[in-house]
């Protein structure tokens, strides 16, 4: 067929022709091929195949007499198939009244009389993607008002989000268009890390307690300017106290404590809530929204270790700290900005195939005047700060991108940690897919790691996420198993295909770390999970582990994280050695 330069994947739209006369189509494609991606179908029935898999249709535009099926009939049919599609309907002047009583049922957008003109069929066409293009606009418009609307608060709690949170204090500093409270003041309320809420009802537990200590914080704070989920173990109020000193805030936030901290009855299960509450004025010389939030973190992490009642009130003169961390903050900005940041890896060890498994990607900071920053400290630091999605999609693409450049087509799985708030944003299966496409790695070569941390968000809406991440080809291995809040009941539902077992329990071997990796190992086999077993770093721990029914393996024993040149170095050398009882690969 000539004259049908656009391809569906170059083209905007598509259009679908529709007519019993071979000469027609013939037309209808020269007339139309160079605007738009073209589809003949030479029946009402053949059509209707075609639509069900033919992709950015547009239009359709057919013929009304026709043997079989005539137009006004398949368009009828092809509602159910496309609803959205605009109809051109050509016909004789004998059938103009069946066709304006088409039009008059909604069925045809417009209806052109035989023969018409070309620029007339190109008129309609365009008008036709016009109307279309407009009403997807509108539907955008809408979907997003709603979006907007509804991450504007925590679906478990109620309250407002921590985007929401932010734009609050954002204004409240900026003395925007928001009726500011005089003397304001941010209360965040943090939930430990709970032994009864992680070896009792996990998940569910965990969800019960975070409704019931957002309704106490309603119940004391009535008048509160804002209450916030500020994070998935935190709440935050902000509260009008024009005249408060810090005694003052001090003897609030011990009043707030009491009212929180209450046993909590789960269904006859008394759990004991420990929270600790962290205070910090809204005028504290704290120009940046996300610092103060961090700092009013900081003063609730210093609450406990001070044992003050639970509660601490930030001091911007004596807080060393605080400053340190707003340094380190402004430092991290500069460093995803100039690309400071770089990949270490470590191997990972399949001891039944003595073989390599994988290797994990490890995001590593150098400060210029700190030197060595634990992710531990930096990557929570680019949660609060909002560089996580950007760097992550860094870490997925230039990981992917790395190990397919030294190793070439046959490299092994590269394993990418990805957390709760990159994993929920919009463009997170994009920046998967772009990052096999650009590097060249097929999809059975990555793996996603996620901690058991991001199924307390929102279990429903993680685990579709990564059906779908499964669903590229791709792994998901679920990290730290057992150190967070492992819940069995709704263990088989997670869409992963590995468990790693934290290294905790192999460095506390002798301390009840020995029946926690059986019992994980013991799990991961029943529910069809391979299993990794982390923080390798002796030979009889090695042994020991193995006699367990371990296959895969990693930690210092078998390789340290190292550098990229490194790991090609490292790689040449497992290739032609015999390694902790490995036989060269």
């Not at 920046?431 to 929102?458: M, N, R």
Request: charged share 25%.
């Amino acid at each position: 067929m000539v004259g049908r330069p656009q391809t569906i994947s170059t083209a905007a739209h598509a259009v679908l022709c529709v007519d019993d006369e071979p000469q027609l189509l013939e037309a209808l494609a020269l007339t139309l091929g160079h605007r738009y991606y073209v589809e003949l179908a030479a029946s009402g029935q053949a059509a209707l195949e075609k639509l069900r898999s033919l992709p950015k249709l547009t239009v359709i535009v057919s013929d009304m007499r026709m043997p079989k099926m005539n137009g006004a009939q398949l368009f009828s049919e092809s509602l159910r198939i496309a609803p959205d599609a605009r109809r051109i309907l050509l016909t004789g002047h004998a059938d103009i009244e069946s066709a304006i009583t088409a039009v008059n049922e909604g069925r045809i957008f417009r209806y052109l009389t035989k023969p018409c003109a070309t620029s007339d069929l190109v008129d309609a066409v365009e008008a036709a993607i016009a109307d279309y293009e407009a009403e997807m606009r509108d539907r955008s418009a809408i979907r997003r008002a709603v979006e907007r609307e509804i991450e504007g608060y925590d679906r478990l709690t109620g309250l407002s989000s921590r985007q929401r949170l932010i734009d609050r204090l954002c204004a409240l500093r900026s003395g925007g268009p928001v009726e500011e409270p005089v003397g304001a003041s941010l209360f965040l309320v943090e939930l430990a890390d709970s032994v009864e809420l992680r070896e009792g009802s996990g998940a569910l537990a965990f969800d019960r307690v975070m409704r019931i200590l957002a309704q106490r914080l309603e119940s004391h704070f009535k008048d509160a300017h804002l209450l916030a989920r500020s994070g998935s173990h935190s709440l935050a109020a902000i509260i009008a106290t024009p005249t408060q000193t810090a005694a003052d805030l001090e003897l609030l936030g011990i009043r707030l404590h009491d009212a929180l901290a209450s046993p909590a009855d789960l269904d006859g299960v008394i759990l004991n809530l420990d929270v600790t509450i962290g205070v910090v004025r809204v005028c504290d010389g704290i120009e940046d929204a996300r610092d103060l939030l961090l700092q009013a973190e900081y003063a609730a992490r210093a609450a406990r270790r001070t044992a003050n009642h639970g509660v601490c009130v930030h001091s911007p003169e004596s807080n060393a700290e605080a400053e340190y961390r707003r340094e380190l903050s402004r430092s991290l900005r500069l460093a995803v900005a100039h690309g400071d940041l770089t990949l270490h890896f470590q191997p990972i060890m399949d001891l039944a195939g003595n073989c390599l498994h994988s290797v994990e990607a490890l995001a590593r900071w150098e400060h210029p005047q700190h030197g060595f920053i634990s992710p531990a400290t930096f990557i929570p630091l680019m949660e609060q700060i909002g560089l996580i999605v950007q760097f992550g999609e860094w870490v997925l693409t230039t990981a992917c991108r790395q190990m397919r450049g030294i190793v070439g087509p046959a490299c092994p799985r590269i394993s990418v940690n990805v957390s709760i708030t990159q994993l929920l944003h919009a463009n997170f299966l994009h920046s998967v897919y772009s990052a096999l496409e650009e590097s060249g790695l097929a999809p059975d070569q990555l793996e996603i790691e996620v901690t058991e941390s991001l199924f307390v968000e929102d279990i429903d809406r993680v685990c579709k996420i990564l059906e779908d991440v499964r669903a590229l080809g791709v792994h998901v291995a679920l990290d730290d198993f057992g150190a967070g809040y492992s819940s069995l009941h709704y263990l088989n539902r997670l869409p992963v295909d590995i468990v790693k077992i934290d290294g905790v329990f192999a460095r506390d071997f002798d301390k009840g770390g020995e029946a926690i990796i059986e019992a994980a190992l013991s799990i991961a086999r029943k529910l069809g999970f391979d299993a990794i077993v982390e923080g390798i770093e002796s030979e009889p721990m090695l042994t020991r582990v193995r006699e367990l029914g371990a296959t895969k393996v990693q930690g210092f024993l078998m390789a340290r994280p190292m550098a990229l040149a490194d790991l090609t170095s490292w790689l040449l050398e497992f290739g032609s050695a015999t390694r902790f009882g490995l036989p060269a690969a």
